[in-house]
């Protein structure tokens, strides 16, 4: 089947249909400028007219212009002998596939494909063959143009070419190397080290930054939820500090995009550190008699062009990705200066953060952003990396901690005679607390080992093993890193089956306290194995 253009037209908000156009004709052209004015009246377009040659458009964070004052001179010194229309019809397609796409593409993204067309008007065959930059949507548009010509279709042919080949580009990316991982211990050093000596000026510049880093790294949100975070972010609950931030609703596709922000975002809670929650305090206090940005979101654009660092331009309506990936360059200019860390991406966070809550154990929030992604690509690399961010975090605590030996031995030299009575059965064992046989964990939290590890039973004092007196352990690094690979992929078997409507939730749960224990085991194995060879 030839489907083209996939059309998503909101019915009264609760539902939608597809509309698949094969080709511009006059019916396909008045549902276009049916979407234009629907689009309009709702104030997401700010401009009267189908045929005005700049629309603009606000999703209430700013507001963007759709150029399509393409050049007609031009189209017909170039664009004319391969595409086989007059400029009109070339035009009215332009601005038919836009406003198509209204509903499903962000604004970023409307406004990137309208200027590639406008690039394209003035192309010719050979330059239309090379483009580099929406390739999908220059094949889609051109498939839509009414008729056609020969080397209209050797560009198609050649487009589809370069997007078959840039799948298998993208299939074939390898994994991140341990010295990327690396970078993140030496930059989080950096930045804690940096905290407690900048100035009040050099701390709200960098504030953003210094959030970003301590909230994404734990919580997988992407940049733009980030940058979302409301300024009344902070509540107290039963004694917790809770933080709200915004999540998409348009992960994976699958919804319509109303380009407001309270339909497009949904709230959520989550806990958050006293220190973190102080820090957001102080920021709020400090800037507090700035002028606000227009979409009540924490961070304020005038702190970033106010800074000292010879940054140009005025502030806008509220602080954007672009300044947030302004001030990261910054500190990396500015505070790092020579280092050799490799340089950290602002979606890098989200990354170190799913796989810390896959390697934490059965966490809610990850089960549901596993179990959430559209395609089983798009998580399959976490579970890939997994061996490589625990070999990376091993390292780190051996470089600071320097522990040894690759054999332990276990257990305790006293034997327990008394018989099994009023003992609270464990998975190996029994626990002689009363605090845990009155149902009371009080016991437990006071136990830490050496790791500095709640609640470890095989260290606690009121712990009787099954297998009385000392044992060997030996850990052996291959099998090791072969188990976290097999409890990974199997973690993401279980997530496919839940992604299929075949699964259940629980499973997810399991499979991630599974691959947790073999991590733990892993780790173990290169604290030993680093111990033996004295690195």
Known sequence: MDMLVAVNEALDGNYSRHLVVNELDGGNLNRAKEIFERYRKKGVLLNERFSDTIWEINDEKRKVKLRFDFSETAYYAFGREWMGCSFSCFLDSARAYVAFQFGTLGVDSLRSIANTFRKLAGSDAKQAAACKKNVRHVSDFLKMIPESTQLR?????????????????????????????????????????????????????????????????????????????????????????????????????????????????????????????????????????????????????????????????????????????????????????????????????????????????????????????????????????????????????????????????????????????????????????????????????????EHGEIGECHDCRFYRPDTQGMHFQFWDVEKGKRQVQADSWYLMHMVELVRKGIGYEEDIKSALLRLQNSCNHYRGCLLKGHGKEGT
């Open 153 to 449: 279709d050797t560009v198609l042919e050649t487009l589809e070419e370069i997007l078959s080949d840039n799948y298998k580009v993208r299939a074939m990316t390898k994994q991140r190397s341990l010295a990327d991982f690396q970078a993140y211990f030496r930059f989080h050093d950096e930045l804690e080290k940096y905290w407690r000596v900048a100035g009040k000026k050099e701390k709200l510049f960098f504030f953003p930054i210094y959030l970003w880093w301590n909230l994404t790294a734990v919580l997988p949100l992407r940049p733009t939820e980030f940058l979302l975070t409301p300024r009344d972010c902070l509540e107290e609950r039963n004694g917790e500090i809770w933080i709200t931030i915004r999540r998409t609703k348009l992960k994976g596709g699958t919804e319509k995009v109303a380009y407001r922000i309270e339909k497009d975002y949904e709230r959520k809670s989550y806990p958050i550190q006293m220190k973190l929650a102080d820090e957001i305090r102080w920021y709020r206090k400090c800037t507090l008699e700035l002028r606000q940005p227009e979409i009540h979101t924490l961070f304020c654009p005038e702190t970033h062009y106010h800074s000292g660092f010879g940054l140009h331009g005025k502030p806008g309506a509220y602080y954007t990705y672009v300044n947030l990936h302004s001030c990261l360059k910054l500190f990396y200019k500015e505070v790092l200066g020579d280092t050799d860390i490799s340089v950290i991406q602002l979606g890098d966070t989200r990354h170190i953060a799913m796989m810390n809550l896959i390697i934490s154990g059965g966490s809610p929030v990850i089960c549901k952003e596993l179990a959430g992604h559209a395609d089983i690509g798009i998580s399959s690399h976490y579970y890939s990396n997994m061996t490589t961010l625990v070999e990376c975090a091993t390292f780190e605590m051996f470089r600071r901690n320097k522990q040894e030996n690759s054999v332990s031995a276990n257990g305790s030299r006293e034997y327990d005679i008394q018989p099994v009575t009023g003992m609270v059965r464990l998975e190996d064992g029994w626990c002689r607390s009363e605090q845990m046989r009155n149902r009371k964990v009080a016991d437990c939290i006071e136990n830490v080992n």
